[in-house]
């Protein structure tokens, strides 16, 4: 499971890079490929030029690149990847997709095209808690209208909904969700609103680019956020992240996907945080998980 947008931190990966060789070369390698010094914005920041979107997504990336790195060799046989939004460009890395460095560059990208949608046509996303999925879509349909649109744009577990719109609809929909019984309705600070129709600028661009990268077929399947299915091609796979920037992440389905594809398994969550493994355990009660951002939790989990 790879992170995705708001793992970020400063200082992230620093502490791999100083003891990991392995970790420190992939820094290096995303530095020179990107042509501007990330790794030293990761590890000393200033904290909102990170969050800036074109920096988050591959600092992202390469913290989840370098975990993946360290422990590839000392993992058994993979029954699946996932990663959140972003996080699937890093599941593709990891299943040899896609480059490490190659992945960065897309991400990056990406994060350049989804700012600029945002700037043309600005949107607002919000966490809504407590509150069943499909009481929040049914919401959201009730609220778009003449003067905008709201979508459910990330299904992170059964109680868990983020809606991503024009700020008008959203803030519409969050009083819906109130008035229908959610416990929060809490406001992202966002530059777009990510994973719903306001992002179709960004569409053609990043197909014009995955179009230009060659994709080999994942090492194992890599389930999309855009189907909640497995990918199997790398030609499946170009569409899927495509599709990814206007539709939901349909994190609850990815999850349940996974734990079919691997019945019984234990889920690895590389990159900063441990947000996916907190969801995990709403969405496949008795799973197992354990989170691998920092140094001493790798050295731990190769001990």
Not at 83 to 89: D, Q
Not at 145 to 167: E, K, M, R, W, Y
Not at 256 to 278: D, K, Q, S, Y
Request: glycine share 12%; aromatic share 4%; proline share 6%.
């Amino acid at each position: 499971m790879c992170p995705g947008q708001g793992a970020q931190r400063v200082g992230m990966g620093r502490d791999l890079a100083e003891r990991f060789p392995a970790a420190r070369d992939i820094f290096g390698a995303i530095d020179e490929m990107l042509g501007v010094a990330l790794s030293r914005l990761m590890w000393s920041g200033p904290e909102d030029e990170l969050t800036l979107t074109h920096n988050a997504q591959p600092a992202i990336l390469a913290h989840s690149a370098a975990v993946w790195t360290v422990i590839e060799k000392h993992v058994g046989p993979i029954g699946a990847g996932a990663g959140h939004s972003l996080g699937e460009y890093s599941a593709h890395a990891a299943a040899g997709t896609l480059s490490p460095t190659q992945a960065a560059a897309l991400v990056r990208l990406r994060g350049e095209l989804m700012l600029a949608a945002g700037q043309a046509r600005p949107g607002a996303m919000a966490a809504v808690l407590g509150l069943a999925t499909e009481q929040v879509d049914r919401v959201c349909n009730e609220a778009s209208g003449s003067d905008g649109v709201v979508v459910a744009a990330n299904l992170n577990a059964p109680d868990q909904t983020v809606i991503s719109g024009d700020p008008v609809a959203v803030a519409r929909a969050g009083e819906g969700c109130r008035a229908r019984g959610a416990k929060r309705v809490v406001p992202l600070k966002v530059s777009g609103a990510f994973h719903s129709p306001l992002m179709a600028a960004a569409v053609d661009g990043l197909h014009d680019a995955l179009t230009g990268v060659e994709f080999a077929d994942p090492a194992f399947p890599i389930v999309a956020n855009a189907s909640g299915e497995a990918v199997r091609t790398g030609v499946d796979a170009k569409r899927l992240l495509v599709d990814q920037l206007t539709a939901p992440v349909r994190w609850v389905e990815c999850m349940r996907t996974a734990a079919t594809l691997a019945p019984g398994a234990r889920f690895l969550e590389i990159g900063p945080g441990n947000v996916l493994t907190g969801l995990l355990r709403r969405i496949v009660p008795g799973a197992t998980s354990v989170a691998l951002g920092t140094a001493d939790e790798v050295e731990s989990f190769l001990t």
